[in-house]
């Protein structure tokens, strides 16, 4: 498999170009599901050790159903898949670029849950108009084994979030190990309580740095946390900012990483409800790369969990 690896704002993408699995045509929905029944194996190839890692986002390049979209995108992790990802866009973005594939401008990305408007500014920035986003509880209170009462809210921007204030853990990466026993904890509360689809868990704390709103920490489905604000849980925050009166239309929203890295994001409201999210943030390339897969090798397909 042919692959380019970025970072953005610290949190890995390997965007797979090549010699990914044969998923056929149609919805890239659908084409998702093919790929978690039949191919599986290909993903825990890229994603896990020992090529991988456990904060190995991939990102298959997919022919897009709709020829408005300049490309397809099927996003993965170490356990499975994803509905969109903010920073896997951004990554994917500057690696076409850099290969050619993107001109600097506006183009049309389709995601298994929708179609998002990308901008390369034509350096290591993207601007990402990110599906429609919106909050489905407010004030969410659950018990959680050793943690006691929690609140918080549930809102989707691409993936499903649970937001909630930290409880007084510094947003700090020496912390790292409470934070993710405590997200953990708190998305078996939130997925026991009638929300099983919660997969990402955000805490929020005050920034560190002059010129930012908030910090975050933001726990994924496979335990690994995101170096990075997070695309799709910054976009879940706004839509939250944004019900509460919070944030006004068209303003900027500086969100924090655990590392400091930063997205800046901005929303219209929707005629419909929830909100139209625009996060930017920047990607660098780390490798060009060959992945080899050697059918001798017992851990050909990665080591899965
Ligand atoms: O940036 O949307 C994002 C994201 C989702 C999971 C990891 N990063």
């Known amino acids: 498999m042919t692959v380019i690896d970025t970072h953005t704002g610290g949190e890995p993408t390997r965007v797979v170009l090549s010699g990914g699995p044969e998923l056929g045509t149609g919805p890239l929905r659908e ?39 300049a490309a397809g995108v099927i996003f993965f992790n170490n356990v499975g898949y994803l509905g969109m990802c903010g920073h896997g866009t951004i990554g994917l973005v500057v690696a ?25 500014h034509g350096d290591s920035r993207v601007t990402v108009l990110n599906v429609p986003s919106h909050r489905a509880r407010k004030g969410l209170t659950v018990e959680a084994p050793g943690l006691g009462a929690v609140t918080g809210d549930v809102a989707w921007g691409g993936n499903w979030f649970f937001l909630a204030e ?39 704390g005050p920034p560190a740095a002059p010129g930012a709103h908030s910090r975050n920490f933001v726990l994924c489905p496979g335990r690994a946390y995101d170096r990075s604000p997070c695309g799709t849980g910054t976009s879940a925050k706004l839509a939250c900012l944004a019900e509460d009166g919070k944030l006004e239309e068209g303003r900027e929203w500086v969100q924090e990483s655990i590392l ?33 897969l050697d059918p001798a090798d017992p851990f050909c397909w990665g080591i899965r969990k």
């Open 260 to 292: 400091g890295s930063r997205f800046t994001g901005r929303y219209r409201r929707r005629a419909e409800g929830g909100i139209e999210p625009a996060i930017t943030g920047e990607a660098f390339v780390n490798a060009e790369t060959t992945l080899l």
């Open 31 to 69: 084409r998702r599901e093919r790929f978690a029944g039949r191919f599986d194996r290909f993903r825990s190839a890229v994603a896990n050790e020992p090529r991988g890692s456990d904060v190995t986002v991939g990102a298959l390049v997919c022919e897009p159903e709709d020829a408005t979209c």
């Open 96 to 120: 076409l670029g850099r290969l050619g594939r993107l001109r600097p401008g506006e183009h049309r990305i389709e995601t298994p849950v929708g179609i998002v408007t990308v901008t390369w």
């Open 166 to 204: 930290s409880p007084g853990l510094a947003l700090r990466l020496d912390r790292v190990e409470e934070l993710t026993d405590y997200c953990w904890r708190l998305r078996q509360a939130v997925n026991a309580q009638g929300f099983p689809e919660v997969d990402h868990v955000e805490l929020f």
